[in-house]
């Protein structure tokens, strides 16, 4: 392998009936996910991820989600780095998988378990941003979006490719204020309903 295959973003494509299919892949040091949208309308098309190990000339993943499980029912899978384009930005502050860890409301904060099986994981690398809600156990998807971000001086914002709940939010760019403390991230502005939000994530140890 003639490129560096350690925490960067991948792109490559695939035809699948007549359609160009591009596919992302973000991998951190133990981490990757891959997924697959329409090159031509960005429409989504299915996303899958988890641990990765090398072996070998690929990487063998135990998946923690796969949106077409009810389909093919893969826990594990096997991707072979060909083809691969590096398709990195600049490095941003939030860079790392993030968990979300609760909300803010009016009478205080409401945290949520980031142990269990029902996780919300938003993965940030090299300029790109992906979120996905899963169960692990079941490995019920349910939704998953992603795109390109930007981060500094409290200001967030996400310009959005792909969103498996709604093709239609293809090409929003959502801006937010941030604020850092410790492992937490406080995230605050309209969600893609343009509705208010206030979020509270926190950097995944495992």
Known sequence: MSINLTAQVFTFTSNHQGQE????????????????????SNVFVGTRGGFYQKKDEGFNVRLEFNSNFA??????????PRGWKNSSLDKQIHHGKWLMAGRVRPEG??????????????FLLDGHFQWTAFNTESFKFFGSGGGTYSAKNGDYTESIIYFSRDNSKSGAVLPFVYELKGLDWYHKGLNSRGEPMHEIWTKRKN
Do not use: A, C, F
């Not at 299919?21 to 031509?40: F, Q």
């Not at 389909?71 to 072979?80: A, G, H, T």
């Open 21 to 40: 299919i591009i596919h992302k892949v973000l991998m951190d040091s133990d981490y990757l996910i891959e997924t697959r949208y329409n090159s031509d």
């Open 71 to 80: 389909k093919d029912s893969l826990k594990r899978i096997v991707l072979l």
């Open 109 to 122: 904060e409401k945290r949520r378990n980031i142990n269990g099986p029902r996780k919300t994981l938003k």
